[in-house]
């Protein structure tokens, strides 16, 4: 795929101090001691999220909250709702611990999973999973992916509070977060499939050819669009898709009919 020159034709209007989509709303947890009324069917092992931990705490503090939005509902690019709140804690505890680094390697480890594992994508949205099957099967990817940590943590807590669809939600938002942290920008680029460190350099080299600086990409592949990419920054959106492409020659012949 290459990437379309059409993207940096013009560049922004003004610069964008935050990054889209980003809910400032901070989501500490009590202090100390376990959450009130406990974590319902925690997972088992030695992987069992600490109930002490903000990100424990505030998933089991938020529960009935996020589950008045459905679990699905919150999709890929959410950085509000349940999936920002969990991201927010998960900030939040990297930071306490002085592990930020640390955290966002491991959720650029994990997102690269996803992205590139299309029926790890379906399992984490299959509602008819127990908590059993989902342990099972999300840590054995996790192993695999050599991903620990909090960030393992947040699967077991997401897993025992029947929200693993919101994770690549979470994700997301956590790198909303992480950007806005470091005064970066960040560009949402859609695919049909994932993209390679070529591409990623040239969709970067671009956006700095554009005036666009310090930017961050955060990636999501959707098959729908069927090839081409959709790169979103700030208020601008640059649509190169097939999928956008044929639509507009169905308008065009409709019309000329």
């Not at 001691?33 to 002490?52: A, K, M, V, Y």
């Not at 979470?170 to 695919?191: C, D, I, K, S």
């Not at 049909?192 to 554009?210: C, D, M, V, Y």
């Amino acid at each position: 795929m290459d990437v379309p020159h059409c993207i940096v034709l013009r560049g922004p209007r003004r610069r964008q101090e935050d990054s889209p989509g980003v809910t400032r709303r901070p989501a500490k947890a009590p202090p100390g001691g376990p959450p009130r009324g406990g974590p319902r069917n925690g997972p088992e092992g030695p992987h069992t999220p600490r109930t002490g931990s903000p990100v424990a705490s505030e998933a089991v503090a938020n529960d009935k909250t996020a589950a008045t939005q459905g679990s699905n509902g919150q999709g890929s690019h959410a950085t509000g709702g349940a999936a920002g709140r969990y991201a927010q804690a998960l900030l939040e505890l990297a930071k306490d611990n002085k592990s930020v680094d640390f955290t966002a390697a491991e959720v650029e480890k994990l997102s690269a999973v996803m992205q590139g594992d299309a029926s790890f994508r379906a399992f984490l949205a299959d509602p008819r999973l127990d908590s059993k099957a989902q342990r099972a099967g999300a840590f054995a990817v996790l192993d695999r992916a050599g991903v620990g940590g909090e960030v393992k943590n947040l699967v077991g807590v997401l897993i025992a509070n029947r929200r693993l669809a919101v994770l690549p939600g979470v994700l997301h938002a956590f790198g909303n977060l992480l950007a806005e942290q470091r005064g970066q920008q960040m560009a949402e680029v859609t695919t049909a499939h994932p993209l390679s460190n070529t591409q990623r350099a040239q969709i970067a080299a671009r956006l700095t050819e554009a005036g666009y600086s310090n930017v961050r990409l955060s990636e999501t592949v959707d098959a729908s669009i069927l090839g081409g990419l959709i790169l979103r920054i700030g208020s601008r959106l640059y649509d190169t898709s097939i999928k956008s492409r044929l639509q507009r020659l169905s308008y065009a012949m409709k019309g000329a009919a």
